[in-house]
């Protein structure tokens, strides 16, 4: 089923990403080109030592030693740490709770010192200052954390004073939206008592990722608003890469590229600005990367020049203040995690604004697969989130989803404000913002059919969840009329598709593999009068087990009924 996309916009990416073989490249001198004062030097001396011995996050403030081969220079330049094979029980019981705590090595991230340095992946092109615009705005940086780990969260905030021209930054806004680890309480406030720059506002409760970044625009004077997730590392120069796109104009939304920081070893991987993504949806709602469309690449003379992206991942962006304000900020009834992603990019879009992701900022972020944090009980807050999104901003389109959840909105709340919104901000239509913005995106509505392909004899479905790293096999289940992992989708050419996976057969299983548009195992044919489901390079027909419990290929034949499918919605 549906499940909780826990993973779901990171898992894209990471995935991605790690696939493709990146070298760690060798490390190049820092770059000081703007005559950039010498301000990221000094709140280097006033910080904490580097932490040699990692502390255990429960504050109990047991030190556990680390293997002697452990020096004080792990993880510079964005290498990985890898632990010894050979740790004591003590060690391994520590590495273990770091990562049931926070769904990462936090026992890796301790080694590490919290001003550790990165390579710089930017482009030649990007370290040419005539790029930019000199008299920059400056912007406060918001940062929302819900049980962050001590040393990613320090790590974060140092990235950005380390590494930004200090005159930029305004204020670092830490929202706490209602941690309950002690290491987030006075601690915290202790140790940035040092910092002016750095303020820490507390939620009263527990509001979601959402409502605490509205808290700390609450609290921002600067100009321009930067959100970033309380798990990133910036480099050298991603600042005024984004500022300039603001400043040249104030409806630009920017992003910078998403770096994958490795959650086990803490590796930074990076790719040049050649590998740049921008982002999608599903259907699902789920955000997904792409490949720069070739439409885009026409209008632009270098790589490095910034890209239209129909959608942003969310966590990691640049925003003129008021222009947020105008769009009307967020949709403050998303609750935890979701949705404000897409709702964030679509009425950028729509109601005249850009979005943008500008391959010359990169920032580092640690991607989970899984969130080592409480949601809430008995509500299903993503697809709440997700039913608000598509009431508001997709028109006729919101069908889609819904056919997706099988129907079952739940309850949704009140959204009348944010139509009044849309209304007033006088927004484009979501057909206009997918025609124009958004061709690439295939539409259920023009496939030969969406929905359940069942298995007429047996009232069994053709059931089956995709797998980012691997091939998933297909199989059947009792037809469930929820939608999920039992929506599918005939396209015009042929595929039976979910998303960007499509039905695969080479003559073994009947698997999920990414779609290639090039036919031959990924070809179907519907036979109307018989019911059959043809294969195309096999010449097999999609059939079922005696047992009514796997899914078969098997010889055409047409006195067998179990080779006869039911299409939904289905329009020769
Ligand atoms: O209840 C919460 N309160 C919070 O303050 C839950 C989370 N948070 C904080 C949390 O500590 C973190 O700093 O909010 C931030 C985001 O939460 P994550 O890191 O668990 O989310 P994510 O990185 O898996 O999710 C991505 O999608 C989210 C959708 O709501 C947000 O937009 C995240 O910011 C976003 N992260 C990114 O865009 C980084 C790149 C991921 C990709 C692709
Ligand atoms: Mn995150």
Redesign the pocket.
Known sequence: LNGNV?????G??RNELEEADIPPTAAKPKINESGRQSADKKPRKKAAPIPLKPKLQDDTKKVIDPPGNFDENLGEMGKPVTLPKEMTDEMKKAVETGWTNNAFNQYVSDLISVHRTLPDPRDAWCKDSAHYLSNLPATDVI??????AWTVLLRTVHSVLDRSPEHLIGRIIL?D?YSDMPHLKTQLEDYFAAYPKVQIIRGKK?????R?RLLGAQHAKSPVLT?L???CECTEGWLEPLLDRIARNSTTVVCPV?DVISDDTLEYHYRDSSGVNVGGFDWNLQ?S?HAVPEREKKRHNSTAEPVYSPT?????FSIDREYFNRLGTYDSGFD??????LELSFKTWMCGGTLEIVPCSHVG?I??KR?P?K?RSGVNVLRKNSVRLAEVWMDEYSQYYYHRIGNDKGDWGDVSDRKKLREDLQCKSFKWYLDNIYPELFIPGDAVAHGEISNIASGMCLDGQEKREEAATVSVYQCHGQGGNQYWMLSKVGEIRRDDYCLDYAGKEVILYSCHGGKGNQFWTYRENTKQLHHGTSGKCLSISEKKDQLLMEECSQSLTRQEWLLESYDS
Do not use: K, P, Q, T
């Open positions: 826990i993973i779901g916009a990171g894209g990416l940062i929302c954390f819900h049980n962050e929202v939206d527990r509001e979601g990722l959402i605490a959100y997730d309380s798990h998403i955000f990367w942003m991942a969310g966590g990691l935890i995690w979701g949705g404000e992603n972020h991607f989970r969130s944090y949601w």
